[in-house]
Structure formats: C-alpha cells, structure tokens
C-alpha cells in the first residue's frame, strides 16, 4: 500500500498563509516562517483594534456632545442626567451626529433637558 504524504495540504495551508501576507514589507511576504508570525501578531493587531475603535468612537461622540451642550450654557454630565430623566431613546451616537449636522433639534433637546432641570 502506497505511503500518504501530507504535501497538498501542506502547500494549501502555505499558500493561505502567504496570501494573507501579501503586501507585507520585505521577507515578510515570501518566507512562509515569517510570514506566519506576522500573520498572527496582525490578528493581534486587528482584535485589540476593533475593541479600540468602540472606545475611540465613545470618546468622539461625548466629546462632540459636550462641545455642543456647552454651547448652549450647560455641562456634559447634567445634560445627560436629564436626558435618563426625560427617558429619552436617543443614545450618544445620535446626539453627536445631531450637535455636529442639526444644530437646532439638538437646541431643542438641550432646552427640553434644562427645563427637566428646573423642574426638579
């Protein structure tokens, strides 16, 4: 009976590997051994990235939110007391969207959120 050897699926295993190092500097790109370990440190790379964009983007937008409530006359953390209070279904997303493009309903949502404040 004829020995199986492993060299289809070896060479299919390199050739992935490879074609994910594309455009890799130097012999990053060639040499299956480097390649490899550079292969793996980008998935490092690209997990913690995508936990880093969600904090990036949080920090934008109560940056923008605070820009624009400070605008108005009052502070980030008052206005989104408020905002639990009113129980309004906008998140920070919204409202940061809303200070940058739509000056005046986030005028409005921020004088709706001070008089919440006055009234308590």
């Given amino acids: 009976m ?5 060299a289809v699926e070896t060479r299919r295993r390199r050739r992935k590997v490879l074609k994910l190092a594309k455009g890799y ?8 051994k480097m390649a490899k370990q550079a292969v ?3 998935g490092q790379y690209a997990y913690i990235g995508r936990k880093a964009r ?10 923008r939110i605070s820009a624009g409530v400070s605008a108005q006359g009052l502070n ?9 209070k009113m129980e309004l279904p906008l998140n ?29």
């Fill in 92 to 120: 920070r997303k919204v409202l940061a969207d809303m200070a940058v493009n739509d000056k005046a309903a986030f005028a409005a949502v921020v004088d709706k959120a001070r008089a919440v404040l006055e009234e308590s």
């Fill in 40 to 42: 793996i440190k980008s």
């Fill in 2 to 6: 004829a020995r199986i050897k492993g």
């Fill in 76 to 84: 980030y953390s008052r206005f989104m007391y408020a905002l639990k």
């Fill in 54 to 63: 969600k904090r990036d983007f949080r920090r934008l937008w109560i940056t």
């Fill in 25 to 32: 500097w130097g012999a990053k790109s060639k040499h299956f």
